[in-house]
């Protein structure tokens, strides 16, 4: 019964994670304007960043769920904490970027264009 548990939990664990919406070329095209220069690549790694680092203590935040200006101002100040509890600088500038990009890039994305808010 203990085993049955578990596994349930990882599963519904594992589902709930799965919420965020998966970077396409459209979302990079979206913001092409805002962000020249930008891949699909560096959109996959601010959500591997995201995943890797904000994900292990704000579960199952969406980057839909803050305004651009709020995510502009939490995200320094939750890498220069992320970094001071590592002990190190775990999030380098260039991270930290690429994670704010992201952000800003899947905030809006899924949304038809009434629903967004401009970047």
């Excluded at 349930?8 to 970077?23: E, F, H, N, Q, R």
């Excluded at 999030?91 to 905030?107: H, N, P, W």
């Amino acid at each position: 019964m203990k085993k049955i548990s578990i596994i349930s939990t990882l599963v519904i664990l594992c589902s709930c994670s799965a919420k965020l919406i998966t970077p396409t070329q459209s979302d990079v095209d979206r913001v092409s304007s805002n962000y020249p220069g930008y891949t699909l690549a560096d959109l996959n790694q601010g959500k591997a960043i995201f995943i890797k680092n904000c994900d292990e203590c704000h579960k199952f935040k969406k980057p839909s769920s803050q305004s651009e200006t709020e995510w502009q101002e939490v995200v320094p100040e939750m890498v220069a904490k992320a970094n001071k509890k590592a002990g190190s600088i775990i999030i380098d500038a260039k991270s930290q970027e690429q994670l704010l990009k992201y952000l800003l890039t899947m905030r809006t994305a899924g949304k038809t264009d009434t629903e967004k808010t401009p970047l």
